[in-house]
């Protein structure tokens, strides 16, 4: 049974950085491409970022292209979210997800097999 588990949520101020974490349990990550999504209260789930099983294709939203930076680490079963320039819009609570490896679904939650609880980040003005 695959397990995600999102981590380095919090509070924090504009302009600022902030790194979040996804670990998986129960399958190696190199097995999965992956994704971050994001919601709101007042929005549907949100796409993020997008990386293949092996780390080298990556996608990203318009809303954080050049802001966000996906990366993924196989050998430790670990997934990075850096959020650099960060607006009080990206405020929300952040899931990892594991991808049913299909690449052209992959801003469609539809296309994820299994989700983190989320972790929450507060970006103040």
């Known amino acids: 049974q695959v397990q995600l588990t999102e981590s380095g949520g919090g509070w924090i101020q504009a302009g600022n950085s902030l790194k979040l974490s996804c670990t998986i349990s129960?399958?190696?990550?190199?097995?999965?491409?992956a994704g971050w999504f994001r919601q709101t209260p007042r929005k549907e789930r949100e796409f993020v970022a997008f990386?293949?099983?092996?780390?080298?294709?990556?996608f990203y939203s318009d809303s954080v292209k050049g802001r966000f930076t996906v990366s993924k680490e196989n050998r430790k079963n670990i997934m990075y979210l850096q959020m650099d320039s960060l607006t009080p819009d990206d405020t929300g609570v952040y899931y990892c997800?594991?991808?049913?490896?299909?690449?052209?679904?992959?801003?469609?939650?539809?296309?994820?097999?299994?989700w983190g609880q989320g972790t929450q980040v507060t970006v103040s003005s």
């Open positions: 997800a594991a991808a049913n490896g299909n690449y052209n679904y992959y801003s469609d939650p539809d296309g994820y097999i299994s």
């Open positions: 129960g399958v190696p990550f190199s097995m999965y491409a």
């Open positions: 990386v293949g099983w092996a780390g080298g294709t990556k």
